[in-house]
């Protein structure tokens, strides 16, 4: 198995531009997590899709942030516009259903907003 | 919603001496508590869970403690060697789908 795939891995890109970062779980898992990572606030739980349903997306931090999971192999986190406080590390995770089951993370996207 | 508190936020220890970070929580619902391990630049890795049928559990040098009255958890890791640097993350399920974590203990580990 290859694990949770994320690209890109590093992304720079200048204020105000779109940003799209991409996830696919692992087979056979139906619980898709997306996660922000700063120094400041650790790690951030920003939503999560049951069965490619949004359950949560209360973390999200604004508007210019959205996700989307058309199949059960793909996931998007948008963010647009762009902000320099958006830099961080995005992790995308997968488990099987149900939150007593371990979440296998992705390698993570580099954020730099300049 | 759950609050997982984590602490020490930072431990120094000497190889070979024990490490020991703590974790209390506030849903009495929760009923899984994984404890993650982040090298630096690399992605949050599983390295022990438990749940609350079991009171302790034990990988080798790594166990892990629960006390479901107290709501509190704890990651016990003896005869630290130095590849054991890393941030530590201890979280706790939701009534959802969803893990809440600790902001993290960054060991050390000095030769």
């Known amino acids: 198995d290859a694990g949770v795939i994320q690209s890109p891995r590093h992304e720079v890109t200048e204020m105000g531009q779109e940003v799209t970062l991409r996830c696919k779980p692992i087979s056979g898992h139906n619980s898709l997590f997306w996660y922000r990572q700063t120094m400041m606030r650790g790690l951030e739980l920003l939503i999560y899709?049951?069965?490619?349903?949004?359950?949560?997306d209360s973390g999200m931090p604004e508007d210019r942030f959205s996700a989307k999971m058309p199949n059960a192999s793909f996931s998007t986190l948008k963010i647009q516009p762009s902000e320099p406080r958006d830099s961080a590390v995005y992790f995308c995770?997968?488990?099987?259903?149900?939150?007593?089951?371990?979440?296998?993370f992705g390698p993570g996207t580099r954020l730099t907003v300049l | 919603g759950e609050n997982v508190e984590q602490h020490p936020s930072t431990l120094s220890v000497q190889e070979g001496d024990s490490a020991v970070i703590k974790c209390t929580y506030s849903d009495s619902a929760s009923n899984y508590f994984p404890w993650y391990k982040q090298e630096l630049g690399k992605r949050p890795q599983l390295i022990i869970d438990?749940?609350?049928?079991?009171g302790e559990k034990k990988d080798q040098r790594i166990a892990v403690t629960l006390n479901k009255t107290a709501k509190h958890f704890s990651l016990h890791i003896t005869e630290t060697q130095p590849e054991d640097s890393a941030v530590y993350f201890c979280a706790a399920n939701d009534s959802g789908y969803a893990l809440n974590f600790g902001k993290g203990t960054s060991l050390l580990v000095t030769p």
């Open positions: 438990i749940r609350s049928n079991v």
């Open positions: 995770a997968s488990s099987r259903s149900g939150s007593s089951n371990e979440q296998f």
């Open positions: 899709f049951n069965n490619n349903v949004p359950i949560d």
